[in-house]
């Protein structure tokens, strides 16, 4: 099983709301990644997890929390989220972080009105 | 933060024919990946690259890896309409967990 599945696929929610985005990972990944992709522009890394531990926030806003409740799951916790966050976001995960190939999930299409 | 620089940022080309795209970086590497991207979803892993590999094959793909110019080029040979996608390229900025990715070239096989 080489797949990453993300959950929902597509999300529309208010600045009031608080959702949150789901990926999954049956590999015996260690890594595993969010990443954030606006239109015609390349995925924007936000936040990895290594052996369950945040190893690296690129200082994204605290109205995105990641969550790593397992070896299998991660989550992206949203709150207060602003118009300019709509997005697809994007999981991965890497056998060895950045020295192996990352699988990703299709994505979250994220809309906030 | 991004690292790669793609060039071209757009790519027309006839089917059947082959194409090449380029990616420049900044800092040292461990090693190099090439990304498809259809339609906007879900990147597919096309290749990677150790630091001290110059060249790759894959199928019809073919990477070659300068580290001295810190670039990269992607040959996509006999070009087929499924080939038509985002290519980005990306890198791990010499720490274990990153994955940076650069521009982008948006590639479309005109039949």
């Not at chain 1, 789901?22 to 936000?46: D, N, S, V």
């Not at chain 2, 720490?95 to 982008?104: L, Q, V």
Request: hydrophobic letters at 30%.
């Amino acid at each position: 099983d080489t797949e990453v599945t993300q959950t929902p696929k597509h999300l529309v929610m208010g600045m009031t709301n608080k959702k949150s985005l789901k990926c999954e990972q049956h590999m015996g990944h260690r890594a595993m990644y969010w990443y954030k992709q606006k239109a015609k522009k390349p995925p924007e890394l936000m936040f990895v997890y290594s052996y369950e531990k945040l190893s690296i926030n690129e200082s994204v806003p605290s109205r995105f929390s990641p969550e790593c409740p397992n070896s299998s799951l991660l989550n992206l916790h949203l709150h207060a989220l602003q118009p300019e966050d709509s997005a697809l976001y994007l999981c991965a995960s890497s056998r060895s972080g950045g020295r192996t190939e990352a699988f990703f999930g299709q994505g979250t299409r994220l809309t906030v009105v | 933060s991004q690292q790669g620089e793609e060039d071209p940022q757009a790519l027309s080309i006839q089917e059947g024919e082959n194409a090449t795209m380029n990616c420049s970086y900044k800092t040292s590497i461990n090693n190099l990946q090439w990304y498809r991207q259809n339609s906007g979803r879900g990147l597919v892993h096309l290749i990677l690259i150790r630091s001290n590999e110059r060249e790759k094959h894959s199928g019809r793909l073919r990477v070659t890896l300068d580290t001295s110019k810190k670039s990269s080029s992607l040959l996509i040979t006999a070009s087929r309409a499924a080939d038509t996608a985002s290519y980005f390229c990306a890198t791990d900025l010499n720490r274990d967990d990153k994955i940076i990715f650069g521009k982008g070239t948006r590639l479309h096989i005109l039949p």
